[in-house]
């Protein structure tokens, strides 16, 4: 027999196991009836920070069933699946990117039976890894590998967040798989879950192996130049390899998974008529303070609990009158700040972590909203907008590399004048950010910091800094599909992820793979 009790607060100065244990055995439960108890979700409550709090919900083995039971516990509901098969004849299938979209989505057609062909315009990861590290050192970029591009897609080099907003029956397949791929069992029950750049690495490694042998099969350092369309319609693509050898391969079906940083991709397809629009997107800076300011803002005495990793935090601030919001964007405990660039002449940064989260600093993208539209009418005036950012910064370096500014110069108008510290590995020119972004986005900073100066201790300080610019939050476009997945004006072509605009982080990506391999190439028995 399976309980649950939910919602149990612990005090993280006792100890945890067998304070549980004495929870369930206080509400009726013999403690020679339990078999097993199993963490469904794990939460830290630190809003009193006199009194740190874990909350747990919890799953309990029982060996014989119990009647009248505790009003605290509750039977759990039975999880019924869908059953689905494949449909037949759906031709030959092209994925295109190996994000997490693009991934799981091939995961999921092999899974099926089919024998899908990845296209990844990057380098297999540890190659990508190199050609990383190589362009720190020498500032020399692989347009096609790099922080945005190769294998694993951009969240690759993140936090390896796994927290998301959405809600669908998908999300437990796609921890089960990065388990069994290597991830730590741990994030199938902690609230805040996160994997890791190191281990993310691994991770999609076993992810490629195991498609490669139920059948798929990949190339990479192959960029697909075109998407060749006759009567609306997918019939080929047009691919380059890295030694610039060209062909054109038939496919009756393409998913589109490409990553948000694919501007080239953007262009090919509006000029083959693929039908787009404008979506909103975030603008700002990196935001890196000392770590242990920010585990103090958020731990109090508590700081150096063992029980305890880096702190995070989640702020926003709402601009009621131009109704705009600022927000913090994937925060990063202990982690660095990277270089983040694709495009020859352009730089801009974001934030990544390891699995141990115990570097030095902490930072988070601290960004406003942009609206749809807001500089210009065309299609792509807001990847327009990026670019001309990340131009901008590259002109004032003469370089790949970052502006910065301490906190309170930014919102006092004064260009900082000592060296400033940071977990950032290139080259750095202080600079007045105001004078780099319109003021609509320097303005709205400022409100949320006076905001922020008043409810989060430390975070507004002499020890926090910005490193700027953060312009690739999420796709400035959106690739417009119908309600089954399908491009309303291509037929065969999927858009899918958060290069399409439908996904943000990877955990929403992968579910959208899996999804709409779901809608598009089976069936749903009843």
Known sequence: MKINLNNLSISIERDQNKMVKNEIIKRGIKPENIERIEHVKRSIDSR???????VYNLEITLKEAVSNLHKDFSIPKEIKMEKRVPKKDM????????GPAGLFAALRLCEYGFKPIIFERGEMVDNRDKAIESFYSTSVLNPNSNIQFGEGGAGTYSDGKL?????????????????????????LWDYKPHVGTDILKVVVKNIREKIKSLGGEFHFNTLVENVVILNNKVVALDIRDKFGNKERLPFDRVLMGVGHSARDTYKMLHKNG????????????RIEHPRKDIDEMQYGKFVNHPLLE??????AYNNREEER????FCMCPGGVIVNAASETGGTLVNGMSYSTRDGEFSNSALVVGIKENEFGDELFSGMKFQESIERKTFELINNYGALTQNVLDFMNNKTTTRQLKSSYPMEMKNYDLNNLFPEVISNNMKYAMKHWEKTQRNFISKNANLIAPETR??????ITRNEFGESI????LYPIGEGAGYAGGIVSAAVDGLKIVDYIFTDLVD
């Open 48 to 54: 009193k920070k006199s009194e740190i709090k874990f």
């Open 91 to 98: 031709g030959s299938i092209a994925v295109i990117g190996t």
């Open 163 to 187: 927290n998301t907003r959405i809600r669908s029956g998908y999300i437990n397949k796609v921890f089960l798989e990065l388990v069994e791929s290597g991830a730590q069992e741990n994030i």
């Open 274 to 285: 693929v039908f787009m629009e404008n979506k909103a997107f975030a603008v700002g800076a």
């Open 310 to 315: 880096a702190a995070t935090y989640n702020l």
């Open 325 to 328: 919001g600022i927000f913090s």
């Open 473 to 478: 939050t999420s796709a400035p476009v959106r």
């Open 489 to 492: 004006s291509t037929k065969g």
